[in-house]
């Protein structure tokens, strides 16, 4: 494997490429940050607490794409060898409190196999009072990650395959 970072940490790179889902949390705070990479697989997230106006949230996530890659933040979840990102759940308030990663083996074709899943743990700060939603896991290949951040996360996308 080379270790020239992947094209999908290069914020705002490619704009047209993708689709994006609905974005769960705020849709106007923060910045646009997207990270998108056409050639890769999401296997997991880079990710750090925060905290906004007393509430505990996901204060940074950064897209992983190879096992190997540089880690900038301080804990990460990553999917076993040879499955990847095939959707998630996320929880939110004001911010973006917590997410929860789902993964589908990739076939020898890149396809996700639907038979073959398993779900990650919650990361940030699950809270049963939060709002919850669900985005991907429709069996298209999920290329990158759309947030909305400032100081922490106040909304997530996914990235999918067109």
């Known amino acids: 494997m080379s270790k020239e970072s992947p094209i999908g940490l290069k914020e705002n790179a490619l704009p047209g490429v993708g689709v994006d889902t609905e974005v769960v949390g705020s849709l106007t705070a923060g910045v646009p940050r997207r990270f998108v990479d056409p050639k890769a697989h999401l296997i997991g997230l ?33 999917a076993r060898e040879g499955y990847a990102v095939s959707g998630l759940e996320a929880q939110f308030r004001n911010n973006l409190d917590a997410v929860k990663l789902h993964f589908r ?58």
Do not use: M
């Open 46 to 78: 880079e990710y750090r607490p925060g905290s906004w106006l007393g509430e505990s949230c996901l204060g940074s996530l950064r897209p992983i794409y190879r096992p190997d890659q540089n880690r900038l933040l301080v804990s990460a979840t990553v």
């Open 105 to 162: 083996k990739i076939r020898p074709d890149g396809s996700l196999d639907p038979n073959d899943t398993y779900e990650g743990d919650w990361i940030g700060f699950p809270d049963p009072a939060a709002q919850r939603k669900s985005l991907g896991d429709t069996g298209v290949r999920v290329i990158g990650v759309f947030l909305r951040a400032g100081a922490v996360v106040d909304g997530l996308a996914l990235v999918l395959e067109k």
